[in-house]
């Protein structure tokens, strides 16, 4: 089913960058596999499945090409640390000249369970600092996005910053994987402006 939907892996990306798809996520090895980096690892699926290698330096952050539902799409990893990841947004954004219409943002969500996704065509940051810092540099919060569940805080008494920080246990990490497979099959619909379709078809 991932092949079919995936049509145009083996086609080389040609032409000018027709969206952006950032992940996002902390840089360095002590935050992998840290539910802050839900971003990171869905971009992750999206490479993986487009062949497509994130490792050029460039947009203060990690990037590579791929064609994806038909379009030439620019892979973005901010290596500004979550707070700043704003920066290399509107950076890839100015150079492409993309209006936030044609930026797709991967990202944690505390509210949603591991495994669930939540789709949006724009919206507040939500108090997600990547967000807003995103929203505060573009100035506009009308890019669609991809929340990925990674569980809500054990109990209250828990710091917010050591729950996001922290690491999947070995169920968790399935369900996220499961997770990122979905939402890189809804990225595809939304590159090609089905995002009501991605929606219906991946939400939840």
């Avoid at 939540?118 to 997600?128: L, P, Q």
Wanted: aromatic share 8%; proline share 6%.
């Amino acid at each position: 089913m991932l092949k079919n939907l995936f049509s145009s892996v083996s086609r080389p990306p040609v032409g000018p960058v027709e969206f952006l798809i950032v992940g996002l996520g902390n840089p360095g090895r002590e935050y992998e596999n840290t539910r802050h980096n839900a971003g990171f690892m869905a971009l992750d699926a999206i490479a993986e499945k487009t062949n497509a290698r994130v490792d050029r330096l460039k947009f203060k952050g990690l990037c590579g090409e791929c064609m994806l539902g038909g379009k030439k799409v620019l892979l973005l990893k901010p290596s500004t640390f979550m707070n700043l990841s704003g920066q290399s947004v509107q950076e890839a954004m100015a150079f492409y000249k993309l209006p936030p219409e044609k930026v797709l943002v991967l990202f944690d969500d505390i509210s949603l369970e591991p495994g669930h996704i939540r789709i949006r065509r724009k919206g507040s940051d939500g108090g997600h600092n990547g967000i807003k810092n995103i929203i505060y540099l573009s100035g506009k919060d009308t890019f669609p996005r991809i929340k990925i569940g990674v569980g809500k805080k054990p109990n209250p008494g828990w710091d917010l910053a050591d729950w996001v920080l922290s690491r999947f246990t070995p169920d968790e990490q399935k369900a996220l994987g499961e997770a990122c497979d979905r939402a890189a099959q809804a990225a595809e619909l939304i590159v090609q402006g089905k995002i009501d379709e991605a929606m219906n078809r991946f939400q939840g």
